[in-house]
């Protein structure tokens, strides 16, 4: 693959109730982004931005966010889906070579609309949809799934939310930064069994924009560039009830494509920091696995040993992760961005010293139907 | 004025927040596969379709396998009675969402014959009994609609609380 | 350098106003099914899938993960790409991109629409800005009629020169098997159908229609193994304007300009008529096959109507537009871009049927959607 660089990053702080509407969230990320860059609108040459007409209230919802993405007489596109795949539009883009400078947009406002309806909207209208589940509840599904065929307890899964809210705190973009215990977990309340509030991702707005360059526009950029060494992305069956959800095969198969277009082979070792999709605790857990971080069913055992707390061998989530802030669709570019930000050494309170080879992860669909993977290097 | 789009105007931090809603009417097409199946659901018998090559049940029927994408025609009636394969009880409401008042739960069912789960609702159940690999039955509505919901919900066989 | 890609194999349903017989993931599988057929491959051959509708239509949200049932994307890459009407031509320039990146041979841009699940105009209603826009907003037709109007007074152009564009074209699709409406039709019986928004007229606009259709892309590699004679990708582009409908200049057409421009000159084009061979072009209203043909580099200004009476653009013209009916005859709304595209490769394959043009070596698909972004592509028979 040709070398392709992340040479601009811009993230909103994450809060909910924003009062900036989608424009100018997106306006204000790509203008962050533009100066990480050193860049000026003229220097991009084509736009992907990323919507979703149910959390956007408006059908052809890219209409809303065109202008302040930078589209204007630009050849620009929309992805609906979580931002590492935008992103990797983007990078095809940018592959081409037909487009040498592409910025790639997300935004959501989930304060706005009722994000469980919304979510609802994803299962089938002839069967289940009328069933009301929601992501807390179908999640729920796949939590207690995992949990029981391998043994993993609710407090290794609390152990994920009490690390990655830690770790929020020295993030200035997260949404929830806590000083919590595993019994604060333990003692949340309980909301669809096993999962409790402090296992659950938060209702988060926001935005984030990368700029990708080839090689030559890379040269030209502020600083220096983070490569982009491998991107794969995999969905499983639609149905709940034709996955096997104690394993996220999707995710493995994306992973070991990544791995092979980044040539890893052990990634536990090679890797030096992960951002992971974790909308609730048990799926960091999962996601260790589905990453070939731990074998099957090891997920608990890894927590428990530490190594992928902060100063671990493998600091996961370093930013405080999904858990801490999620805007969605947007969370997804928001862990490539946190990974561009620790290759730099640019992660402040939150970096991982040294941290040469990252990986960053997204999902969408019902119980994380799709993955996608991201292997970066400075 | 009826297609009034904002509904209410609000105010935060000196700035307007308008409050509004879209209503768009659907109607969605089950199709002839989904049909039959509802026609079996009214007639209180559940119908999967097996794929030859794969040599699965799927249940819910649907017309092409996802696994090879053969068409798949060979329908088969699987029991109303099955295995709960993992559950979960709701403790939050949502009741513009959830049929049943919460706390109720959630399960996916293996039905006798079939060799993919459904996902249902559990109810007249002891929900702090429930555990994986219990056998539930499914109970049907009264007077059926056509649609999934003609399975009310699955209860534990009796015998088992 | 990106890897060269063409279109290998083209598949669609038979477009209609009503598929009550199956849903959408089972309208989906037959437009699959069909490209497969016609490219001879299998699904193990297709290394990623992009998929586009316009969610408000059918009301499925993450419709990627859903249309796994449909469109055979089980332990597959798939994404989902949308842009209003012109996701058709998004969805091609989303296949492309996959091949020409060089991390996929083979990959299936599928657009599909089940227009029939829901009040189109309530839906599309929404696409206007919730505070400045919609609650005045009268839908697709209100801008182009008044776009017509102005054409009209400017050079005296008539309500029968749009007439032609609309017999012209659903007098074509009686020939293609997949179209929707399929009636021939006259000058009269156009001037006579209702009058929907001054002066665009029932057969002045398309219909609504359920579909689906698959258009395969392949790499250089992989193409001449698949199919003698695939469609080369030479230029695909694409541009926006301002957002807000007050804004855009109507009167010039800004997008269609640049677009064509751009692609022209990517693909080396000076003078479309005699350097293209077969257009099918995204025209959702007879009207702008009147207005439009000036910034597609056709004529001079307001010189359309001379060339349409003269027959230039029907199938036994100088160059043939639409042989397939085009938009007016078939509109399943996150397909019609792509049936654009797809259409114009059956042209170079020569796979065409009934609705081929002779000795196709050029041919240009377009789409247009929403605020009047253009998308068009050019495919060749000869390698780029």
Known sequence: MERIAV???????????????????????????????????????????????????????????????????????????????????????????????????????VSEGSPRKIFNQAFDPIYDRLLGMDAISSSALQARAYMHRYGITEEQCAKVSVKNHGNARNNPYAHVALDITVEDVMKSPMLADPIKRLDTSPISDGACAIILATEEKAKKAAKKPVWIRGVAHCTDAYRLGERDLTHSLALETAAKKAYRMAGIADPLREIDVAEVYDAFSYMELMWYEGLGFCGQGEGGRLIDGGETQMGGKLPVNPSGGVLSAHSVQVAGLARIAEAVLQLRGEAGRRQVPGAKMALAHGVTGICAQTHCVWVLSN | MENETILEVNEKDGLLIHQGVIRVPYTWAAGAVASKFYVGLRNRKIYGVRCPTCRIVLVPPKKTCHRCFGELNEWVEVSDEGTLQTFTVVHYHEPELHPLKAPFAYGIIKLDGADTGMTHLIAEADLKALKEGMRVKAVFKEKPGGNYLDIKYFKPVKGEK | MGTRTAIVGVGQTNHTSKRKDVNGQELITEAVKRALEDASLSLKDIDAIVIGNMDHFEAINVVDGWSVDGSGAFMKPIMKVTTGGSTGGTLGSCGYYHVASGLFDVVMAIGWEKNSESDTQAAISTCSDPILERDFFGGAIGPNAAEYAMYMKQFGATQEDAALVAVRDHNNAVKNPYAHLRKLITVEDVMKSPMLCWPIKLLDSCPRSDGACAVIYASENKAPKITARPAWVHATAVSHDYVYFGDYDWEKMPTCQTTVSRVYQRAGITNPLKDVDVMELYLPFSTCGVVWMEFMWMCDAGEAPKLIRRGVFDMNGELPINPSGGVLSTNPIGATGLIRIGEAALQIMGRAGERQVSDVRTAMATAFGSCYWFEATILRSTKP
């Open chain 1, 7 to 109: 040479v601009g990053v811009g993230q909103t702080k994450y809060e909910r109730g924003k009062t900036k509407n989608f424009a100018e969230l997106v306006y204000e990320v790509t203008r962050k982004a533009l100066d990480d860059a050193g860049m000026e609108p003229g220097d991009i040459d084509n736009v992907v931005t990323t919507t979703n007409d149910f959390f956007d209230g408006r059908t052809i919802a890219c209409m809303a966010v065109a202008e302040a993405a930078g589209s204007y007489g630009r050849d620009a596109t929309n992805v609906e889906g979580d931002g590492t795949l935008s992103a990797f539009y983007g990078l095809m883009r940018t592959l081409s070579g037909v487009y040498h400078t592409t910025m790639v947009t997300t935004h959501c406002k």
